[in-house]
């Protein structure tokens, strides 16, 4: 069983196209993240939720929407997609805590031409 | 904001060599700290790790200690494999707002026979 899942693997599309990732954890985690990570394998935190409400909110163009439908359930949609938008992206999740980890999915490649 | 520095990469190793990879961090209070592992082509895994000073944390033979003096959190290996090739990211989790993941930027090792 898959602790937490992402779909699609790999996604190539045109400038310009709007897109979704879809992520699903089964660890009955309250906490889901969104990781960006660039070529230089750099992870940078873009969004976060807590039992769907969101709590962090970096720096990301508004072209990004996260929706959390539920716990378990965390989607990033990208409208109007841009060249330096190609990244790896990667869904986690977590118990909410300060000595809790994050457990990660495997990352969706986004490939913008 | 509370931040990791790592280590410089690429590292290269012979098998059966000592390895250490170095990590510092800057932050308010004692956050916990963590070591992942990223295999090519998938997500991070936990390594290990540590929630208060002067812990250790291990795992598959890599050790880390908790460090307050220095601030440090540096990964060992008494004798590192081919398998162990892999981008290793040291990480703390903030103890205040919303207790967010900080990621240093990861540290490429390779290990030949």
């Known amino acids: 069983d898959t602790a937490v899942s992402q779909t699609p693997k790999y996604l190539v599309t045109q400038m310009g196209n709007d897109k979704s990732i879809k992520c699903e954890q089964n660890?009955?985690?309250?906490?889901m993240y969104w990781y960006k990570q660039d070529s230089k394998k750099f992870l940078k935190i873009m969004f976060s939720y807590n039992n769907k409400e969101l709590i962090i909110n970096e720096t990301v163009p508004n072209r990004f929407s996260p929706k959390s439908p539920d716990k378990a359930h965390l989607n990033l949609h990208i409208n109007s997609l841009e060249l330096g938008d190609s990244a790896v992206y990667f869904c986690a999740s977590s118990q909410a805590g300060r000595n809790t980890e994050a457990f990660f999915g495997q990352g969706t490649r986004l490939t913008v031409v | 904001g509370d931040s990791v520095t790592q280590m410089e990469g690429p590292v290269t190793l012979s098998e059966e060599a000592f390895l250490t990879i170095n990590c510092t961090y800057t932050?308010?209070?004692?956050?916990?700290l963590f070591w992942y592992v990223q295999y090519p082509g998938e997500g991070l895994q936990l390594l290990l790790k540590?929630?208060?000073?002067?812990d250790k944390g291990s795992n598959k033979g890599f050790e880390a200690t908790y460090r307050k003096e220095t601030t440090s959190f540096h990964l060992e290996k008494g004798s590192v494999q081919v398998s162990d090739s892999a981008v290793y990211f040291c990480?703390?989790?903030?103890?205040?707002?919303?207790?967010?993941?900080?990621f240093g930027q990861g540290t490429r090792l390779t290990i030949n026979p």
């Open positions: 660890l009955g985690h309250d906490t």
């Open positions: 990480a703390l989790r903030e103890i205040q707002g919303a207790q967010k993941l900080v």
């Open positions: 540590a929630t208060k000073a002067d």
């Open positions: 932050a308010t209070g004692y956050p916990s």
